[in-house]
């Protein structure tokens, strides 16, 4: 008996050929696209963690913008840098345009900003966490980091700008974050690391005031991070950590709980990897990387007491963004070698819904009405744009 070619191929080669057979997923609408301008002579600065993009409950949205003019040679420290943060209605129109009163040394790029968040406020309110690192600059070894709690009204006026304490005792460190959530009581959740670099695992809650009122970390070793986190109704946190054990330097991962007022409520060790994790109702999801396993990538969904659900095929090596939408996620994915990347939307079970154009992303968001917003950087990261995205 002759069997068919294709049937041929398949026994063969595999999932590779029934993957290249897949048909290409569709793509979405853009519903949005609008230029982040610099001030005038200034060029944008998208280096350092995520972060800076966030939607309010009106469909509104906020982007935390750095710039900064170079100097003639591009090795002296910038003529000037900026730290702003625009607004923007759901239909685009621009709501404000806010400086931030950043009191710090500017390096070649500008302030070094290690960590900048923002989040926006059921009230129209927003808050940015901005951390700067001034260790290139010829500053006293305790001005080498400013961090700073900003809160701006609904109008763009500057209510209050915080100084935040160190974490820890340790010269030159500052804080590295990447995550930022609105609290129930206006208050804000930050998480990511902590350190001179490498970096120790920490949590902190702030206050509508701009105040600590808890901390969790920094961690025993390093290098340690915060891979996911969430802020429950009741004000409970949940988190995923990567810890470094003191004794056997193994890394340790955990889904730690806190309750609302920073008590600990316990550790859950589980033996998944993962670089982007996001918390669905009653589970969290790991994306894995390609470089992370001797298989292929995948998203692997948990229960909170760590026990692993199962495992979906994700046709993706990297994904360096990864938040809840819906019943799925949407995520910044992207390849293991060159600049292409894609925003998708898709299911747990790993089906693409849409996929975006190649290009460059940093952060995604999810608005009220469910379509997906991204900053979108030209090749160089001087330049950027803000993309909404709906389903076809």
Avoid at 311 to 334: E, H, K, N
Avoid at 367 to 384: E, K, R
Wanted: glycine share 10%.
């Amino acid at each position: 008996m002759r069997l068919p070619t294709a049937f041929l191929l398949v026994l063969l080669c595999g999932p590779a050929v029934a993957q290249a057979q897949s048909p290409a997923p569709p793509e979405p609408r853009v519903t949005l696209d609008i230029a982040l301008p610099p001030p005038a002579a200034h060029r944008l600065s998208g280096l350092g963690p995520p972060g800076r993009l966030a939607v309010g409950a009106d469909g509104s949205v906020y982007v935390a913008t750095s710039s900064f003019q170079p100097s003639p040679d591009g090795i002296l420290p910038a003529k000037s840098a900026h730290i702003e943060l625009l607004a923007y209605t759901r239909d685009g129109a621009q709501k404000y345009r806010t400086t931030l009163p950043v009191q710090a040394g500017v390096g070649p790029n500008g302030f070094n900003a290690e960590s900048l968040g923002v989040v926006a406020f059921p009230s129209g309110e927003a808050a940015v966490f901005l951390s700067i690192s001034n260790t290139r600059v010829a500053l006293p070894q305790d001005e080498r980091s400013v961090t700073t709690l900003y809160r701006i009204d609904a109008n763009g006026k500057v209510q209050s700008a915080a100084s935040v304490l160190p974490a820890a005792n340790a010269g030159g460190a500052f804080y590295r974050t990447r995550f930022y959530l609105p609290t129930a009581d206006n208050g804000l959740l930050v998480g990511g690391g902590y350190g001179p670099d490498p970096f120790n695992w920490w949590i902190g809650k702030f206050d509508a005031v701009g105040r600590r009122a808890w901390q969790a970390g920094p961690g025993p070793a390093y290098p340690e991070d915060v891979y996911g986190l969430a802020a429950k109704p009741d004000g409970s946190v949940s988190a995923i950590i990567q810890e470094v054990g003191q004794m056997s330097g193994l890394s340790q991962w955990t889904i730690a709980r806190f309750a609302a007022d920073g008590t600990p409520q316990g550790r859950a060790p589980f033996n998944t990897l993962g670089t982007s994790f996001v918390l669905l109702p009653g589970f969290w999801v790991s994306a894995v990387d390609v470089f992370q396993t001797a298989n292929a990538p995948g998203l692997v969904p948990l229960d909170e007491q760590g026990k692993v659900l199962g495992r979906a095929s994700w046709p993706f090596d990297q994904t360096r963004r990864l938040i809840a939408d819906g019943d799925g996620v949407a995520a910044v994915v992207c390849a293991a070698s060159g600049p292409l990347c894609f925003v998708v939307r898709a299911g747990v079970d790993g089906k693409l819904r849409w996929q975006s154009q190649p290009g460059s992303f940093t952060d995604v968001a999810r608005t009220p009405d469910g379509q997906i917003v991204a900053v979108s950087w030209s090749a160089d990261m001087l330049s950027a744009s803000l993309v909404r995205y709906a389903d076809p």
